[in-house]
């Protein structure tokens, strides 16, 4: 019979990904704190709602301390053997926690958070990075399936959230290296386009310069060719790389470039002109400055 899918948090991403629930089939209850109605998906008056007899329970929210609250609202109200499956992006910690409450309540718990962003949510093509047993994963791999394109089984709990966190700090770091390393070529009077030709086919290549160019008109269609509207804004990184360095002080790992692309992240968001702007428009930043 079909899944009875409880989805908390239909912002941005959580509203296409329980719309692509429910044209699949599943039976799909909603709950957020704003107006929302999705496709396919009836929304409830509170998250306990959602919850009761729900095979899955998914969350989509801003952060951890709101997962907490969710959590501990919708554990005792899940049927014992069900799912809650967090797609949001947290830090590592209150994954692992969240996975502890529902362990005493009798439920599974995967921390599965995405990359894809809004696109990937609309077009079912998200990759999920997931931790938690076995039995969990295969419980949520039909989700992944309809959700997403693909699913990496990370580990235990909190596996997917490290997986998450590493993987957006080298975005971060590469993005700020490759537009930095544009104005300099600019400022020594090399073409962008000789400069993309040659590393994107060189030991300098990565997916910001190859598949996420941050100069208007070079390499494919990017945000860079839409005015740097997002994508994936400016915010959005400084919130994934505060969350490595956070990660970072509680098991004492060293990771200075991560560091620095934080601080250059926060002042551009802060203090320049990043905030609402795609993270690729650091390019046109480093342009506009001089040697300090
Ligand atoms: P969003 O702000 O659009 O959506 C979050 C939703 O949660 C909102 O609709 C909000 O009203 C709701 N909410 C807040 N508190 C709530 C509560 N107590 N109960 C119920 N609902 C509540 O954000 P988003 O872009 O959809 O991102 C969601 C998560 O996915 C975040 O953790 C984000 O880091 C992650 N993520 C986003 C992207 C992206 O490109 N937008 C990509 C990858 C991962």
């Known amino acids: 019979s079909a899944i009875k899918v409880g989805f908390i948090g239909l912002g941005n991403m959580g509203a296409p990904m329980a719309a692509n629930l429910a044209r699949a089939g599943c039976i799909v209850s909603g709950f957020d704190t704003a107006l929302t109605s999705p496709e396919g998906v009836t929304i409830v008056s509170d998250p306990a709602a959602a ?33 809650l499956l967090d797609c949001s992006t947290v830090d590592v910690e209150s994954a692992r926690d969240v996975a502890a409450q529902a362990e005493d309540a009798g439920i599974l718990f995967v921390d599965a958070p995405v990359s894809g962003g809004i696109g990937g949510a609309a077009a079912g093509s998200l990759t999920f990075m997931a931790g938690g047993s076995d039995t969990a994963f295969a419980k949520a791999k039909p989700m992944f399936d309809i959700m997403g394109q693909k ?94 360095q956070q990660a970072a002080a509680a098991v004492d790992a060293d990771t200075p470039m991560g560091a620095l692309a934080l601080a250059l992240y926060t002042r551009f968001v802060e203090e320049e002109e990043g905030l609402g702007k795609d993270f690729s428009a650091m390019l046109p930043r480093f342009v506009a400055r001089s040697r300090p």
């Open 51 to 83: 919850a009761q007899n729900a095979d899955v329970v998914i969350t989509m929210l801003p952060n951890g301390a709101i997962l907490k609250q969710v959590a501990a609202c919708v554990l005792p109200t899940m049927p014992k053997g069900a799912l």
């Open 151 to 244: 699913s990496v089984h990370c580990g235990a709990s909190g596996a997917g959230q490290a997986a998450k966190i590493c993987n957006n700090m080298i975005l971060g770091a590469t993005m700020v290296a490759t537009c930095e390393a544009f104005a300099l070529a600019d400022k020594l009077g090399l073409d962008r386009q000789k400069m993309f030709d040659v590393v994107s086919t060189s030991s300098g290549s990565s997916w910001s310069m190859n598949t996420y160019c941050p100069a208007p008109g070079i390499g494919p269609e990017t945000p860079a060719d839409n005015e740097y509207t997002p994508g994936f804004a400016s915010e959005l990184m400084v919130k994934d790389l505060g969350l490595s």
